[in-house]
């Protein structure tokens, strides 16, 4: 069992960078994969980003890759997501997950979820 808790959400002015954390309680979250995704209001979750177990390969959807970078401590059982030049259109509730094995950006993947944070970029 893995309990998810994002922050580090608020509003930004475009151009502007914030990282998310999440943290996870359990013991075995070094073995988990860990995505990032988010959601605006009568769409589908989108994928971000997903590391690996070791925290040795990532994975990025094409159109974020190069502002955002996921990264993880697994000694503080945390999760990061550092997201650069954000854009009002990045504006969505984001949330990470955690799912046994190999890193995926299919949400239905993902065992575990936190509540999410919200991000609100300001033009």
């Known amino acids: 069992q893995v309990q998810l808790v994002e922050s580090g959400g608020g509003l930004v002015q475009a151009g502007g960078s914030l990282r998310l954390s999440c943290a996870a309680s359990?013991?075995?979250?070094?073995?988990?994969?860990m995505g990032w995704f988010r959601q605006t209001p009568g769409k589908e979750r989108e994928f971000i980003a997903a590391?690996?177990?070791?925290?040795?390969?990532?994975y990025y959807t094409d159109s974020m890759k190069g502002r955002f970078t996921i990264s993880r401590d697994n000694a503080k059982n945390t999760v990061f997501l550092r997201m650069n030049n954000l854009k009002p259109e990045d504006t969505a509730v984001y949330y990470c997950?955690?799912?046994?094995?190999?890193?995926?950006?299919?949400?239905?993947?993902?065992?575990?979820w936190g509540r999410g944070t919200q991000v609100t970029v300001s033009s």
């Open positions: 997950a955690a799912k046994p094995g190999g890193r995926s950006s299919r949400a239905n993947d993902y065992d575990y």
């Open positions: 359990g013991r075995t979250f070094s073995s988990y994969s």
């Open positions: 590391i690996s177990w070791s925290g040795d390969s990532t």
